[in-house]
């Protein structure tokens, strides 16, 4: 059983920043590939950013060069930093723990509560 708790989420103006925290926990290999995703109301969840067990990171093609993914293997904690966030960014954003059989990540079932992410005009 895999947990994971994402935090950091919030309101937010145009522009600004924001860095989301996901611990995991339970039977998870401290460098399990990982990923964030984000569902916007009225829309599908979709992909944003992966770091895989070697630490190598993805991003989708509309979040490229203002996210970025890392982890802190010591406290078994991936992180995405968000700049220059603007409206189209609002979404409950979701931690994904990889499939642990793959050292590149594959989203597996195991997903947490998400972390609201609000940007105002």
């Known amino acids: 059983q895999v947990q994971l708790v994402e935090s950091g989420g919030g309101l937010v103006q145009a522009g600004g920043s924001l860095r989301l925290s996901c611990a995991a926990s339970?039977?998870?290999?401290?460098?399990?590939?990982m990923g964030w995703h984000r569902q916007a109301p009225g829309k599908q969840r979709e992909w944003v950013a992966s770091?895989?067990?070697?630490?190598?990171?993805n991003y989708a093609d509309s979040v490229k060069g203002r996210i970025t993914i890392s982890r802190d293997s010591a406290k078994n904690t991936v992180y995405l930093q968000m700049n220059s966030l603007n409206p189209e960014n609002t979404a409950t954003y979701y931690c994904?723990?990889?499939?642990?059989?793959?050292?590149?990540?594959?989203?597996?079932?195991?997903w947490g509560q998400g972390t609201q992410v609000t940007v105002a005009s």
């Open positions: 770091i895989s067990s070697g630490d190598s990171t």
């Open positions: 339970g039977k998870i290999f401290r460098f399990n590939a």
């Open positions: 994904n723990a990889g499939a642990s059989n793959n050292s590149d990540y594959e989203p597996s079932s195991s």
